[in-house]
């Protein structure tokens, strides 16, 4: 049982560049969330989705967009990378109120 | 609307030493409450959560917490700090409805010394 699987694990981008970041679970959960953790500001949600094929606005989503299109999968991406969105990105996901999160992705911009 | 304060962005104890990092919230409705650990370049691991009924709570490696409504805190506490509990740890707030997005505090790192 995997849980929550982030990929990819590290990755380095060039200003305006785009990427996809990947988040698999294997638990059927129905809920699913991405976070970025900044140092000193603690993990703050960009996006989020409630079932397949819906996906909300979070406290931070400006730069991001995010489908889920299978219910196991929920992609973020990253249209035109900015230095402002080096973080490290964490997925989540829930059945009820208490969330599993996969092991994050670091992205740095440059 | 919800949100954490975690009093104290770095405590630091001797191996041994009493551990006590602060939480409190605020929520118009009964919150549920969780700490999370984080260890270096990992993920998030639950740790405890307070839901319902009893207040005081346990959860792994020998942490405890207590939810006090009058106080409006979740503190965390472990009798006795091990080097292994070096770490960060976020506390985290829901209104408890499945779905509901988790909304954390801006972490602790807890150091402990030999």
């Known amino acids: 049982n995997a849980g929550v699987t982030q990929t990819p694990k590290f990755r380095v981008l060039k200003t305006g560049q785009s990427m996809t970041l990947l988040c698999a679970q294997d638990?059927?959960?129905?809920?699913m969330y991405w976070y970025r953790q900044d140092p000193g500001m603690g993990l703050r949600l960009i996006h989020y989705?409630?079932?397949?094929?819906?996906?909300a606005k979070g406290e931070v989503p400006d730069g991001y967009n995010v489908s889920r299109l299978k219910k196991q999968n929920f992609l973020l991406g990253l249209e035109s990378a900015a230095p402002s969105q080096t973080s490290v990105y964490f997925c989540?996901?829930?059945?009820?109120?208490?969330?599993?999160f996969g092991q994050g992705t670091r992205l740095t911009v440059v | 609307a919800q949100s954490v304060t975690q009093l104290g962005s770095h405590v630091s104890v001797s191996e041994g030493a009493l551990v006590l990092l602060r939480c409190n919230y605020s929520?118009?409705?009964?919150?549920?409450l969780f700490w999370y650990v984080q260890y270096p370049n990992q993920g998030l691991q639950l740790l405890l959560k307070?839901?319902?009924?009893?207040?005081l709570v346990k959860g792994i490696n020998g942490f405890e917490a207590e939810f006090k409504k009058s106080e409006t805190s979740f503190h965390l506490t472990k009798p006795s700090a091990h080097m292994s509990d070096a770490a960060e740890y976020f506390c985290?707030?829901?209104?408890?409805?499945?779905?509901?997005?988790?909304?954390f505090g801006k972490g602790t790192t807890l150091s402990v010394s030999s």
């Open positions: 989705s409630v079932g397949e094929g819906t996906t």
């Open positions: 985290a707030v829901s209104n408890g409805q499945a779905g509901t997005a988790l909304i």
């Open positions: 307070y839901t319902t009924g009893a207040t």
């Open positions: 638990m059927n959960h129905e809920y």
């Open positions: 929520s118009s409705v009964p919150p549920y």
């Open positions: 989540a996901s829930s059945h009820g109120v208490e969330a599993f």
